[in-house]
């Protein structure tokens, strides 16, 4: 636990003013995150926001932390801000340093994230620390792939490392990035953002401190993590006490994996724990602990407590465990790379536990894993220098989610994720590849009082007939997302060739030359009886063309028009 | 005397403003939203009895109106269809496939304007370089067009993937509409919105025909209805650019006509910046349910080319319609004078954005609203004569305001006046933060601003929210309650033509930019010719670059003349320039490349010169006294009370202290020193 006492009772004016640049300290990060997106490269950041942006005071705890689209950044970034004052003491940072890993056991969880860390000064004095990450669009390696069998396989690995010195960047780091990776312009280009947003941040807050005559973060973050902490107590407090326990069996790699959660909320505090879960993977689908513990508390926190800003006093209030060696605990020197296909699927895990805990209050299960396209060719990944323009390109895009309680599920919309999608004009643009559908896929969202929302359908060809490569990554493609109190599971996804011909869902694949890639994304779980549906909710699906006439009839016994 | 006629239809209020020469009249009317038209006649009818003047010496009328913007946000505009490349029916609906507000389990997206049983796939596809992949499937479209025809469609929007690079499908499609529905709207984005990312073009598109023809049919009428009153003077129309454009123009693009009034308040607060001589300003406009700030920098405004229409939740970026046209870039947020506060589960107070409007109102009303309101923190606080309020028209309780601050005062440990001066702190810095953010979008400051308060709320929080944005300058102009209106008569004849054409420095073709700008000129002028013959027209020309591989662009100027073939080397350096100052620092070694390109013209309105410096002298003794809570300082304290009226050319005052006048109230606080310009317009200093 890490906070500390008021210094002195406060008057309700005194917290006013607090609440005021507490207010401001979100705005100074917010500024911070948009810096991010608007100058960054790779599509991940610049069009699906698929970024972290937070101020630390001096002892690494989180005060602020920007609203993005990566949740999976929540916790793991602020984690890696102790590992990087660890590394390098705060009394040895001065104006103009930065620092840099993409470790994923210390960072954000796999090598394409990348984390910069720097500190804030203000009047000369060392006032807070900035820290970002961006998702990269190459770091050599393998690719965007989860064949990797040990992260050695998956590309540079940058441990923590100063990367600019009183506003001089180490040339060494760059170089050495930019002859391990396959867009190395981008990937420059993304970590000069990154340095540049840290600097906005340092800026904004500066200035804050000037307004408000302050010269140390030390009384506004002490109220932030107290009135967060408490906040997060009484949410808590309004819960029974007991443990829970969770299951999902998902596809995995080679074989099936089943996830264990056991939730026990505490008087102050809840506990989510792993045991039980599968084995780490020989293959790249991985997560670290603090991967594991971003989307874990990310789950917990949607539910118990959504509307309360992160930062340390609410992080300390969801405690995660797992064994070591399982897939959500996996350590170096694993192969990580598709990490989210586990962390993706643990606010499931918890919603399975936190049902019986709070029936009518967390939503059916969805794709929730993204089904982004990561498409590319090259020498020797899909042919030879003169049949294969090289390309790497990411699309981000998502099936169906899961029906809340008194809604139908988003259709193609990510949950857990936030991230946006990428624009078929704009992949088309950086990329040989043309999108010939994308279209919501008829049925695919899972029977319900509420209905789970559906996938979409995506057809993709090479623009020059040539053969292209997809790494993929996908699940739900065996085990369905499953609906809850009486509703039914969304359809499972699939992947295959127009011609016919199926492909697996994980794993680097070549489509041939001339052919198109049909992907066929999950739909949600429903939520509730079908037979509890609105008889003209069905009707206007059908009409809508949601639902065929044959499944109205099947699913929920409703002629349709 | 040739007089000039403004007409502002707005929610409640249509604004009429008359200008002669150097006097001005000002008349609010209740809008009519059954048959707009007939509140701006009497109000017309009404203006010129008042200021003596026959309907042939008017000779300018500038409109604008909040018709197109309402009809969006209360989906009341046509029976509209979608035509669009097959495969991509629900790219419209699937937006940005995110969920805008992460922790809300229940959120939900805007539904588009059209359902997906009106959402038609044509057989049809052009690459990202234009080439045709699949011709056009001509008897696909004139089979949708008989399904239109028996559905009864009143409108269609045409989108197909790039047409922004090669229209001839989208035109082709166009051509086969007109024959086969004739009588029906018809938008293409080729033409509305020639720009990539798919979703936010065929947005755009669906929004304009959506209101096309109720837009059509309003403003024929109200030609006709003119011309009857026997004013033969030309109708424009305000753009949300800033910009009035003919009917006829905005007969066909009437989604260029959404948050006209804001843009005329913007217009105004330009004109004043200038009379003020502030090369550095925010206009702020606080009315009942939102507030919208703008930037100024040497008297130029902010511009951008994408908004989003009817925010559906808490203003939240990405819960509303992205629709990409030019706009006067303004940051609107939901904090207005009925705006209610509350407190959250960690017991801080939060202020709007929904708002207690004018049914039941504020508490202190007496109308029956029993939430607290920033007009309830306002009174409470002493700020408002509660016999005063909208020009005594609405009686004040402040009893009653008291009475519903309770509900906060109690949580959190204070009295009425303490939750008071806590609703005013928040919804100020609210604001502030608002401005902030936006003004680093945009690689801006706030600070050494002058802040130009109008609408009836902001002469309220002006002082306040200046000195939270490092701002040393208020201004409050004359007539503050109808800025818009006044704003329109200041605005000029202008046009905004922009294309996507991809350029890499490295592979610059001056003559193929060379062609394109000519091409975008002619269009421009066909625009803005037949309202201004014979003026002499402005031109200004802009380039949206980036690195490349970069996704967003900054608008970088170019200078006004043909490219020669060598400008690739100026245009990198303009770009890097313009880097720099938005993002700090910019990236050596790397690739630059152009993607947007805009070209606007307009008639030139000179500026009004700054105002003579005035001899501060004493202000008449205050007409009264009475205490006013300082939120700021936390004490209780003595303030002077002026009528605006009484206050002449540099009679000057010091804080705390109040001046009131028919449509608001200007907080002078403590530490501030208040005094009259040449003009009329009030002025605060800070003197900290």
């Known amino acids: 636990m890490s906070t500390t006492a008021p210094s002195a009772p406060r008057s309700p004016i005194n917290d006013i003013r607090l609440q005021v640049m507490w207010n401001r300290l979100l705005s100074v990060v917010e500024e911070q995150a948009r810096a991010l997106v608007r100058t960054a490269f790779s599509t991940s950041a610049r069009e699906a926001g698929d970024i972290s942006a937070g101020v630390f005071d001096l002892e690494g705890r989180m005060l602020a932390q920007a609203v993005t689209g990566t949740p999976g950044h929540v916790n793991s970034m602020a984690r890696s801000v102790i590992h990087f004052i660890r590394e390098f003491p705060v009394e040895t940072m001065k104006p103009g340093d930065a620092y840099v890993t993409n470790d994923p056991w210390k960072g954000t969880g796999h090598l394409y994230d990348i984390v910069v860390t720097s500190p804030a000064f203000h009047n000369g004095k060392l006032v807070a620390l900035f820290s970002c990450t961006t998702h990269v669009v190459d770091i050599g390696g393998l690719g965007q792939s989860p064949d990797g069998r040990q992260v050695f396989h998956e590309g540079l690995f940058l441990p923590l490392l100063p990367l600019m010195r009183e506003g001089v960047i180490d040339e060494s780091v760059m170089r050495i990035v930019r002859a391990n990776v396959r867009e190395p312009v981008q990937v420059e280009g993304d970590i000069h953002a990154l340095i540049g947003c840290n600097g906005i941040g340092e800026k904004r807050l500066s200035d804050m401190m000037a307004e408000h005559g302050i010269d140390s973060l030390d009384e506004l973050g002490a109220h932030i993590i107290d009135k967060s902490r408490a906040g997060m107590i009484a949410a808590i407090a309004k819960l029974p006490r007991g443990t829970w326990k969770g299951h999902m069996r998902i596809d995995g790699y080679d074989a099936p994996i089943d996830l264990h959660a056991a939730v026990t909320i505490h008087a102050d505090h809840i506990s989510v724990d792993y045991a039980g879960t599968s084995g780490s993977s020989i293959y790249g689908i991985n997560s670290p602990m603090c991967y594991t513990e971003a989307y874990t508390a990310f789950g917990i926190k949607c539910v118990v407590a959504p509307t309360i800003p992160n930062n340390a006093g609410t992080l300390d209030s969801i405690l995660v465990t797992a064994p070591e060696n399982t897939i959500v605990n996996a350590l170096y020197p694993a192969a990580v790379n598709a990490r989210s296909t586990i962390g993706h699927m643990l606010p499931d895990v918890c919603f399975d536990a936190l049902h019986q805990v709070i029936p009518g209050q967390v939503p059916a299960e969805g794709t929730s894993n993204l089904w982004n396209l990561k498409l590319g060719a090259g020498h020797g990944m899909t042919g030879t220098i003169g049949n294969s323009r090289p390309f790497m390109v990411t699309t981000f895009h998502s099936g169906g989610a899961g029906a809340r309680p008194t809604l139908d599920g988003l259709s193609a919309t990510p949950f857990p994720s936030g991230v946006r999608n990428v624009p078929v004009e704009i992949t088309e643009t950086i990329a040989p590849v043309v999108v010939w559908k994308k279209e919501y896929r008829q049925d695919s969202g899972g029977a319900g009082a509420q209905r789970g929302g559906l996938g979409q359908v995506m057809e993709v060809e090479h623009r020059e007939g040539a053969p292209f490569g997809i790494f993929a990554t996908f699940e739900r493609v065996r085990y369905p997302a499953r609906g809850r109190d009486g509703g039914k599971p969304g359809a499972n996804g699939r992947l295959s060739l127009a011609s016919g011909q199926e492909l697996k869902a994980k794993g680097f694949q070549t489509i041939p030359a001339g052919e198109r890639l049909v992907v066929e994304m999950p739909g949600g779980g429903g939520y509730g009886a079908p037979a509890e549906r609105d008889p003209a909710a069905v009707k206007r699906d059908v009409r809508l063309g949601l639902v065929s006439k044959e499944a109205a009839k099947a699913s929920y016994g409703v002629e349709g028009d | ?688």
């Open chain 2, 1 to 688: 005397m040739s007089s000039r006629l403004a007409v502002d239809i707005g929610g409640t209020f249509t604004d009429v403003v008359l200008e002669t020469g150097t006097k001005s009249h000002a008349i609010k009317v209740l809008t009519t939203p059954d048959a707009p038209e007939r509140a701006v006649l009497e109000g017309v009818r009404s203006i010129l009895a008042e200021a003596k003047c026959r309907p042939q010496d008017v000779s300018l009328v500038v409109h604008g109106t909040t018709l197109a913007t309402n009809a969006l946000i209360e989906r009341k505009g046509a029976r509209t269809a979608l035509i669009t490349t097959e495969g991509f029916r629900d790219s419209v609906e699937m937006a940005w496939e995110h969920r805008f507000e992460q922790y809300d389990i229940y959120m939900e997206r805007p539904q588009p304007l059209v359902s997906r049983d009106l959402r038609f796939g044509i057989p049809e596809r052009v690459a990202s370089d234009g080439t045709v992949l699949l011709a056009l499937d001509e008897a696909a479209v004139r089979r949708v067009a008989a399904q239109l025809k028996a559905e009864k469609i009143e409108a269609v929007a045409v989108c197909f993937l790039h047409s922004f690079t090669n229209e001839a499908h989208e035109r082709r499609a166009g051509a086969i509409l007109a024959e086969e529905l004739p009588g029906v709207a018809v938008s293409l984005s080729c033409e509305v919105c020639p720009e990539i990312r798919e979703y936010e073009r065929t947005s755009t598109t669906i929004a304009n025909a959506y209101v096309l023809p109720r837009m059509e049919g309003y403003l024929g009428q109200l030609e006709t209805d003119l011309r009857a009153e026997g004013i033969a003077a030309p109708l424009l129309l305000m753009m949300s650019s800033g910009g009035i454009t003919t009917v006829d123009t905005a007969r066909r693009y009437p989604v260029r006509l959404v948050e006209s009034g804001p843009a005329g308040g913007a217009i105004l607060a330009r004109a004043v910046a200038a009379e003020n001589d502030a090369r550095k300003a925010v206009a702020f406009d606080m009315g009942g349910t939102t507030a919208k700030l703008t930037l100024l920098d040497d008297l130029d405004l902010q511009r951008s080319r994408q908004f989003e229409v009817a925010r559906a939740y808490r203003f939240v970026q990405g819960s509303g319609l992205p629709v990409r046209i030019p706009v006067i870039e303004l940051v609107e947020i939901g904090a207005g004078g009925g705006s209610i506060a509350r407190l959250d589960t960690l017991g801080r107070i939060q202020v709007g954005p929904d708002s207690a409007g004018s049914v039941p109102g504020p508490a202190c009303y007496g109308r029956g609203g029993t939430e607290p309101t920033v007009t309830d923190a306002d009174t409470a606080l002493g700020r408002l004569d509660p016999t005063r309020f909208a020009g005594g028209a609405i009686p004040l309780h402040r009893d009653k305001a008291e009475a519903a601050l309770q509900s906060l005062a109690g949580p959190l440990g204070t009295d009425a006046q303490g939750a008071a001066a806590g609703v005013a702190e928040i919804v100020d810095e609210t604001m502030a933060s608002a401005a902030r953010v936006h003004a680093v979008e945009n690689g801006k400051d706030t600070a050494d601003r002058t802040l130009i308060a109008f609408g009836g709320a902001a002469p309220l929080h002006a002082a306040r929210l200046a000195r939270k944005l490092g701002m040393k300058r208020v201004i409050v102009p004359v007539g503050a309650g109808v800025g818009s209106a006044f704003g329109f008569l200041r605005a000029s004849i202008a046009y905004e033509v922009v294309r996507t054409r991809h350029v890499r420095l490295d592979m610059f073709d001056a003559k193929m930019l060379n062609e394109l700008f000519a091409a975008m000129r002619a269009e421009a002028e066909a625009v803005v010719r037949p309202a201004a013959p014979g003026e002499t027209l402005v031109e200004s020309r802009q380039a949206f670059m980036r690195y490349r591989g970069q996704g967003h662009e900054i608008a970088v100027p170019l200078p006004n003349q043909p490219f020669s073939a060598d400008a690739a080397g100026d245009l990198r350096r303009r770009f890097e320039a313009t880097y720099e100052q938005v993002f700090g620092r910019a990236i050596p070694k790397l690739e630059v490349e152009a993607l947007t390109w805009t070209l606007s013209i307009g008639t030139d309105r000179p500026l009004p010169s700054p105002a003579k410096p005035v001899t501060k002298r004493a202000a008449p003794t205050p007409t009264s006294h009475r205490d006013v809570f300082d939120p700021a300082s936390g004490l209780l304290e003595r303030a002077a009370l002026h009528e605006r009226r009484l206050l002449e050319s540099g009679m000057a005052f010091d804080g705390p202290a109040l001046i009131v006048e028919d449509g608001t109230t200007t907080v002078v606080p403590n530490g501030f020193i208040a005094h009259i310009n040449e003009v009329g317009q009030i002025v605060l200093e800070d003197r900290a």
